[in-house]
């Protein structure tokens, strides 16, 4: 099953980096494709990332998450997104791999940036620092370890997807 969940996401990769490579350079910052997170600087139209990503939209699939998975391949990852924006806590009971969790807010610009959550850790994770003036999340992208500083992503970078509210989005979907 896990290998199932592996090649079906290299393949939402595969069609979104053709649709990306058929609107050519202009347009590639803005088309999306649900199977793909492309992560944006704060300002500029280069993504830094594009990562294929398996979504946990129902209570039942963002409990479960990445629990029991061995491995997470580079440029592969699951976003969680909620039905409204709240306060968001995750821990890493039952997973196996060190992971990072990337906050987004309703807008879609990246708020939090938790490196290397440690396996089996009950610790709660939360999305917000505790002065945080504005605690609502609505995505938690989740890659393997490391990756967020390998890619250099830093918080004000912005997500487009079609899970972000297109009227209020800092990188709209076209």
């Known amino acids: 099953m896990q290998m199932t969940c592996f090649s079906r996401m290299r393949a939402n990769a595969a ?3 053709l649709a990306l490579a058929a609107a050519g350079p202009a347009a590639a910052a803005t088309v999306c494709a649900p199977g793909t997170a ?11 990332a594009q990562i294929a990503v398996e979504i946990a939209d129902t209570p039942q699939a ?10 997470l391949p580079q440029g592969q990852g699951m976003l969680f997104v909620y039905e409204t924006p709240q306060p968001t806590a995750f821990w890493m009971k039952n997973t196996l791999i060190p992971l990072d ?17 440690r396996p089996h850790d ?3 994770i939360f999305g917000a620092a505790a002065d945080d003036p504005d605690p609502d999340r609505l995505l938690v992208l989740e890659l393997a370890g490391g990756e967020a500083a390998r890619l250099a992503l830093t918080p004000g970078a912005r997500l487009a997807h079609p899970s972000v509210p ?8 076209r």
């Open 62 to 71: 963002r409990a479960q998450g990445l629990m029991g998975r061995e491995a």
């Open 15 to 17: 069609a979104a980096a």
């Open 166 to 173: 297109q009227q209020g989005a800092v990188a709209p979907c």
């Open 101 to 117: 969790m990337l906050f987004f807010d309703a807008t879609g610009v990246l708020r939090r940036i938790h490196a290397k959550a």
């Open 122 to 124: 009950l610790t709660p």
């Open 38 to 48: 492309t992560i944006l600087p704060p300002t500029g139209d280069t993504p830094l």
